[in-house]
């Protein structure tokens, strides 16, 4: 496990807070060992959950060449049919994955391909559960092209407690599968859209993994 780039001012931040909260704390009070103990343990834990909230796994890709990997970690919210109205402006199947605060949250390319489409949109912060946080909410969209028929739209949702979406592609750019894209801060959502002949993999429920589970098969 390593820590994301984007986790260094946050990380900074934190170590900052907790060590003049500790500092006050052991100069002010003359408590015993045990309640000293429970004290600064409390206090470290703000620090352990910014640390791990930006951890990257060091994992090997699973690299399926006709299949989807998973851009994020988290739990299989909904597989429906539905419209895509961004970009295809036709029906594709969706897979919605909701990733909770303590998954990974740095997303990775689920195909190779070559960069067709970005596109960055402001908006609100309702919970990411909500099926109006697809369009409502802050998301950031992507399209990868393989080939002339296998195509993958997945977009980076920002959730109610999430504030930032990061997102390194750019149009044209050619990316390999499980590379990283970028991250969303502090929980959220990842929808992907797929072509209706896509066979899906997974089910409702389902915990998957990113680089690892392979949602569909095209």
């Known amino acids: 496990m390593k820590l994301h780039k984007e986790g ?6 934190a170590v900052v807070l907790v060590g003049g909260a500790i500092t006050a704390y052991l100069l002010l009070t003359s408590f015993g060992f045990w309640i000293n103990f429970v004290v600064l343990f409390i206090l470290l834990i703000p620090l352990f959950m910014v640390v791990r909230f930006f ?3 060091l994992r090997h890709i699973n690299v399926v060449e006709n299949g989807v990997l998973s851009p ?9 049919e539905a419209t895509e109205h961004e970009y295809f402006k036709d029906s594709r199947i ?17 195909i190779a391909g070559q960069v067709e489409y970005v596109a960055y949109h402001p908006g609100k912060y309702f919970v990411a559960h909500l099926p109006k946080s697809s369009l409502d909410n802050e998301h950031n969209t992507v399209v990868v092209r393989k080939d002339e028929h296998d195509v993958v739209l997945f977009r980076q949702i920002a959730g109610f407690v999430a504030r930032r979406i990061v997102s ?7 990316v ?11 929980g959220s959502r990842v929808d992907v859209f797929l072509p209706l002949d896509a066979e899906v993999n997974v089910k409702v429920g389902d915990k998957v993994r990113t680089q690892k589970t392979v949602l569909a098969y095209f």
């Open 55 to 57: 951890r990257v796994p």
């Open 72 to 80: 994020a970690d988290g739990t299989v919210l909904l597989i429906e």
């Open 94 to 110: 969706k897979i919605s994955v909701f990733m909770s605060v303590y998954n990974v949250h740095v997303n990775f390319y689920p």
């Open 168 to 174: 390194y592609p750019q149009p044209g750019d050619f």
């Open 176 to 186: 390999k599968q499980g590379e990283e894209m970028g991250m969303i801060r502090f």
């Open 8 to 13: 260094i001012l946050p990380i900074t931040i």
